[in-house]
């Protein structure tokens, strides 16, 4: 649905008033007078604090906030978040469903056509079916979920869509999550805590300390553009300090990794080649040399951990698979020569050595066992405690590494029903299915209803979903195999989006509600994740679009149709909510010596300053005493073997980390005869996961003929007559899809990389349609990591790929719906 500019700015004039302001708020500074030069406004996003020029109800300018000295180039998509022939633009019912409901055609799903509804016929449509669904399945058959919803305390689209739908009934929920769904289920077992979540130890000290650092999988020049609440880019000062320590010579830094990265790049480091999905047999031929050497730390080891020798009897070939995990043995499978594994290992013993895993390295069938054998190689070196030693998981999420302020955070927006208080349908019978099940699979629960599988040493029963809700999530991005997505959606009786564009999951929706962006209304967030160097005004920009509302406003009315309108949003509107969290922070951090002023005098600055915090190091105090300050794991020590896990069972997740081979792997591994090329989806580079994919004209610097890119070598592209700027088809035995090749060096031999939160646009709703734009998970195999944590494993894919030949289809993903009239 492509609109003129003409058209758009049309499409202003019926903006929504939903923004709810109380009368206490400052209106002097969020509705400022504009001029014939308009106004700057201050406000935050997962890419960046922004300043903002607003002229005559539009938004003509963005430009980085002052306090941000490593800005983001994705700033530069903004405002083709805001102003995008994608926006939904009103409340829509998809055609068959409107008709018939629960008894539609579900093979229409995905066929684009939508008819226009008013608010309160959407939102009567959407109470009906929550009413129906609970009085006549309960619990067991609702699932809702969200994700990276937009950035804001009072706004936070999960909290008000959980708080609504828990006062309405119970439901499915889930556990886990994409990013990290295997380390969430090992590491408490290793090291007492997720750890991909924690503050790390500070930047300064590992560049004061470190004389190695491991870069293992990780890209940190990448993925710091984007944080969790708003992103201060903090990490970038301390990376080129880094940069300027690997031109003198002052520390060593190697990238593990199948591809140069933007990272390395950026360094000027090394880079350690590794075949895909093999850094495990690497691993355990550096323990092998550790050991066999002499090297490792044998009183850190008693004093620190268990389970060693369990571990170093399979490592030694004594027990389970009977083989030594010899250097030799590790180069067959990892392409790494044998006396550089041993080179390496010497390397990480010779000093202080940081270890920094990155997460893709964990989205893959048995992506537990590379975090674990991380963790045992850092056991063994003795570092752990130690500033610019040991290892981390998460230096390259949110500026973890920046020390914190110690500052109080504001609260958010209630996610739970308020104590004492019960649902309208309170029946908590899930007719003997589980009520909590892994997030990553939920697809296989709707496919199988009933079935068992084993998680995390208990037994889950999936339950019959046969309604879904979604808010400030796209699972259209991210879960694995469409095609297998597509089956089950068939199997749905209802499923409802509240978004703000109009996306894959908007596409195979029956009701598709219109939220706003964070840029149209007034808010607050907390200025660096885990820094938290400040508090953030967020201004609201312009008037939400077209017929778009506040989730707050969305969710608000839903509950007035059961008469707790009042009762969820507490008798406070958004102005009142403003003042209430940030008077609630202003006190705690009072009494902390943080000052903080009157909410009006925030409010026009747009931002209080904390200050900088003081370095930090991950596990010092359990190094200085493991008794007294035990970690979270069954011992309390660090468990290179886990009794726990070893009496589960799990063929899939031993007693110690081990190797296992893949589904599939390239390089000679299993499925690599059909298919010889391991495809990558890694975080992108442009965009948060899929957010500001629909804003055009910064989707355009990076698109090739329009379509997502595909990185590949030169070698893998000659030989398939490919030459850089083709359309290309690449496809398996789940899906196929068409992409824009970019051939570049950075890529060796049988590997190439879609980056995942392309939007998905498959030509048509019929299972195995060409997608038209390049989302990976046309691809990527839908399977669990293990019976340990059932964690996605998208990187475990092969591929093939060919040169696209004859008239390309147009791209489906973007622009709206098929209106059609009832």
């Not at 499409?11 to 308009?38: H, K, N, Y």
């Not at 009906?128 to 006549?136: A, D, F, K, P, S």
């Not at 990276?148 to 009072?154: D, H, L, P, S």
């Not at 969290?581 to 009157?598: H, I, S, V």
Request: charged letters at 25%; one cysteine or more; proline letters at 5%.
């Amino acid at each position: 649905m492509a609109i003129t500019r003409r058209q758009f700015m049309q499409g202003l004039a019926s903006v929504s008033a939903g923004a709810m302001l109380g009368p206490g708020l400052l209106m002097r500074a969020a509705e400022a007078a504009v001029s014939a030069e308009g106004s700057w406004k201050t406000t935050g996003s997962h890419w960046g604090a922004i300043k903002a020029l607003v002229k005559g109800g539009k938004v003509a300018e963005i430009k980085p906030f002052e306090q941000d000295k490593y800005p983001t180039e994705m700033i530069k998509g903004v405002m083709g978040v805001i102003y995008n022939p994608s926006r939904i633009r009103y409340p829509m019912a998809r055609i068959d469903w409107l008709k018939n409901r629960e008894n539609s055609d579900r093979t229409q799903r995905g066929d684009n056509r939508f008819v226009r509804l008013t608010w309160d016929e959407a939102l009567d449509l959407f109470y009906e079916e929550l009413e129906r669904v609970q009085t006549t399945h309960g619990p067991a058959a609702l699932h809702h979920s969200t994700g990276w919803r937009q950035t804001g305390q009072v706004h936070s689209c999960g909290n008000h869509m959980a708080r609504a739908l828990g006062m309405h009934g119970n439901s499915v929920a889930t556990i886990g999550d994409y990013s990290t769904g295997a380390a969430q289920g090992i590491l408490p077992y290793v090291l007492g805590s997720t750890e991909v979540y924690s503050q790390g130890t500070s930047w300064p000290l590992i560049l004061d300390n470190s004389k190695t650092i491991i870069l293992w999988a990780n890209d940190p020049v990448k993925n710091l553009q984007v944080g969790w609440n708003c992103e201060t880019h903090e990490s970038y000062e301390y990376l080129e300090q880094l940069k300027g320590k690997v031109a003198d010579g002052s520390i060593r830094v190697i990238s593990v990794d199948p591809v140069r990265s933007k990272t390395q790049n950026y360094l000027g480091c090394e880079q350690l080649y590794v075949n895909p999905m093999t850094d495990v047999p690497f691993m355990l031929g550096i323990a092998h040399t550790l050991y066999s050497e002499n090297l490792y730390d044998k009183k850190f080891i008693e004093t620190y951990a268990l389970g060693f020798k369990d571990f170093i009897d399979y490592v030694m070939g004594e027990t389970d698979d009977k083989v030594e995990k010899t250097p030799a043995w590790a180069s067959a499978i990892c392409g790494i020569d044998e006396d550089k594994i041993r080179e390496f290992a010497r390397l990480l013993a010779s000093d202080r050595t940081q270890l920094l895993f990155g997460w893709a390295v964990q989205r893959q069938q048995h992506g537990e066992q590379p975090y674990w054998m991380g963790a045992v190689i850092a056991t063994m070196l003795g570092q752990i405690g130690l500033p610019g030693g040991g290892i981390s998981y998460a230096h390259h999420y949110s500026s973890i590494g920046v020390s914190a302020s110690g500052a109080s955070a504001p609260g958010a927006f209630p996610r739970n029903i308020d104590a004492g208080k019960e649902p309208k349908h309170p029946s908590m019978d899930y007719k003997g299915a589980s009520s909590t099940i892994p997030i990553a699979r939920w697809v296989d629960s709707i496919l199988s209803p009933g079935e068992k599988i084993e998680y995390n040493g208990s037994e889950v029963t999936y339950p019959e979903i046969r309604m879904v809700v979604f808010s400030g999530c796209n699972p259209w991005h991210r879960h694995q195999d469409r095609n297998r997505m597509k089956k089950a959606y068939r199997k749905l009786e209802t499923a409802v989006t509240i978004d703000f564009a109009w996306n894959a999951t908007c596409r195979f929706s029956d009701l598709v509600l219109p939220a706003c962006t964070q840029f149209e209304r007034n808010d607050i967030d907390i200025y660096g994740s885990y820094s938290n160097r400040g508090l953030l005004a967020m201004h609201k920009l312009v008037d939400p679009l077209f017929h778009s509302r506040t989730d707050f406003d969305i969710f608000t009315e839903l509950c007035r149709r059961f008469g707790r309108h009042e009762e969820y949003r507490r008798s406070m509107d958004e102005g009142q909510w403003l003042r209430h969290l940030y008077n609630a922070c202003r006190d705690e951090n009072q009494k902390a010596g943080f000052k903080m002023p009157e909410f009006e005098e925030f409010w026009e600055a747009g931002y209080v300053d904390f200050g900088a915090g003081k370095p930090w190091v991950r596990h010092a105090d359990f190094r200085e005493d493991p008794e007294l300050n035990a970690l979270g794991t069954p011992s309390g020590f660090i468990e290179i073997s886990s009794r726990k896990i070893g009496r589960y069972g799990y063929d899939d997740c031993k007693a110690y980390p081990s190797w296992m081979e893949k589904a599939e792997r390239s390089h000679g591994g299993p499925g690599s005869d059909k298919f010889p090329l391991w495809l990558q989806s890694v975080h992108p580079d442009n965009r948060l996961h899929s957010q500001m994919c629909e804003s055009e004209e910064f989707r355009a610097t990076y698109t090739v003929q329009g379509r997502e890119p595909v990185f590949m070598g030169p070698e893998d592209a000659k030989a398939r007559g490919i030459a850089d700027g083709d359309l290309v088809r690449v496809f398996n035995d789940r899906g196929q899809l068409l992409a824009g090749a970019v051939v570049s060096d950075n890529f060796p031999p049988g590997v190439i990389r879609i980056q995942e939160g392309a939007w998905y646009g498959p030509e048509d709703a019929s299972i195995g349609s060409l997608d038209t734009y390049g989302d990976p998970n046309t691809l990527t195999m839908d399977i669990g990591t293990s019976r340990l944590s059932q964690a996605t494993s998208a990187n475990t894919c092969l591929v093939d790929m060919e040169k696209f030949k004859g008239a390309a289809p147009a791209v489906t993903s973007f622009g709206g719906p098929i209106e059609v009239e009832v």
